[in-house]
């Protein structure tokens, strides 16, 4: 059924998205419940890390990369999608910065629900920015 997500939804929601670049940056990898559902995926196969499947999966993936985690996660420009029962969408932007000072450009595409009065991500996909206008550009190039 689909009801309108309140104001304090939309924190909740907001405070989810965020607190995953704090917990993953300081390495709290036994706080991972508090963002994801305890069957979660975790789909980095556009950047080439694979889709990894429950916590104990993510907080393994994240262990195994080691080093080639990135340094800092930040979020920003979320937008709330759609919602349905104890269901909501989301998209953000996300800028991960590398140890070596390299920066990159992601969007995240998440399903969150509702459990126990919190949302939690139950499905999380990040897709690389590889080109400017989303790769408009080259293919309206000979209309220059």
């Known amino acids: 059924m689909m009801r309108e997500l309140t104001t304090e939804d ?8 965020a607190l995953t670049g704090h917990i993953f940056d ?14 979660a995926v975790y789909d980095l ?10 916590i104990a999966a993510i907080r393994d993936g994240a262990v195994a990369l080691g080093a080639g985690n990135p340094v800092a ?13 104890d269901r909501a969408t989301a998209q953000s932007k996300g800028l991960i910065i590398m140890a070596d000072g390299s920066v990159g450009s ?3 595409r998440d399903t969150l629900r509702r459990e126990n009065g919190s949302w939690r991500i139950s499905r999380r996909a990040i897709l ?3 080109t400017p206008l989303g790769g408009l550009h080259l293919t309206h190039a000979s209309e220059r």
């Open 26 to 39: 300081r390495g709290e990898l036994d706080r991972l419940d508090e963002i994801f559902t305890p069957e």
């Open 45 to 54: 196969s556009d950047v080439g890390a694979g889709t990894f499947e429950g």
């Open 10 to 17: 939309h924190r909740a929601i907001d405070r989810t998205l």
């Open 128 to 130: 690389a920015q590889r």
């Open 73 to 85: 996660h930040h979020i920003t420009n979320i937008v709330i999608t759609g919602h349905e029962d």
């Open 106 to 108: 992601v969007t995240h």
